[in-house]
């Protein structure tokens, strides 16, 4: 059995990732916001925990994630204010991962998105630009680190129930439903091969844990 703690718990990726952890027996731990969000959370059968992660520092980060298997970073500004894209999606992920190491936590998936570079193309007068740049930096801060990491990237989300497989081989992002995500997640804390590995994916045919083992 697994603990995960995971951040943005009553995210929408996060809320259909939780019953499917929990449902194998493992135990997950949801950092929320908003005490509102408490019922609909341990509704999945996770663990409900109210905290500001923009507000937290490094060792308030790391006595949320001790005691825990495996972290998932699934939080997110939502866009449209810049300083605080920045705040959350580069500053919080950072500490969150520095946060990790000392409590000694290794295991950290990071969700990530399909085009996640530094010459992501997007123009910098785009409201999504600050986002791409807050993406990137966190997620080469998380392979410099000594964590046992992994980066999914899925393509552009939609709310359509999952198709039963994802395509790690595409090389343009299309589309992939948050319910494919959350699969994606519960079989890279499974599979110890994931780790160090950046996985880009769009819907697909290919059974998730086949899957993965392709994307090399």
Same mark, same amino acid.
């Not at 039963?164 to 091969?193: F, H, K, N």
């Given at each position: ?52 992660? !923009? ?35 580069? !500053?919080?992920?950072? =500490? ?10 290794? =295991? ?16 910098? *007068? ?6 791409? *740049? ?5 997620? *080469?801060?998380? =392979? ?15 709310? *359509? ?35 160090? =590995? ?11 844990? !086949? ?6």
């Amino acid at each position: 059995m697994t603990s995960t703690l995971i951040f943005g718990g009553h995210g929408k990726i996060a809320l259909l990732t939780e019953p499917l952890l929990v449902g194998r027996g493992d135990t997950v731990t949801a950092v929320i916001r908003n005490s509102d969000h408490i019922d609909e959370v341990t509704a999945t059968g996770a663990t409900a925990v109210v905290a500001d992660i !923009e507000q937290l520092d490094t060792e308030q980060l790391a006595q949320l994630i001790a005691g825990h298997d495996a972290v998932v970073w699934s939080a997110g500004a939502g866009g449209g204010n810049a300083a605080r894209t920045r705040a959350v999606d580069h !500053e919080a992920a950072v =500490r969150s991962m520095d946060a990790a190491a000392l409590a000694g936590v290794r =295991r950290y998936v990071m969700v990530s998105y399909f085009n996640a570079a530094r010459d992501h193309g997007i123009d910098p *007068e785009s409201s999504f630009w600050h986002y791409a *740049e807050a993406k990137i930096a966190a997620d *080469e801060h998380l =392979r410099a680190s000594d964590l046992d990491w992994t980066v999914l990237g899925p393509s552009a989300l939609t709310l *359509e129930p999952f198709a039963g497989g994802i395509d790690v081989r595409a090389e343009t992002s299309t589309t992939v439903s948050r319910a494919a995500v959350a699969e994606v997640i519960a079989a890279t804390l499974a599979d110890p091969s994931t780790i160090g =590995r950046t996985i880009s994916f769009n819907d697909g045919a290919t059974p998730v844990a !086949e899957a993965l083992r392709e994307a090399h």
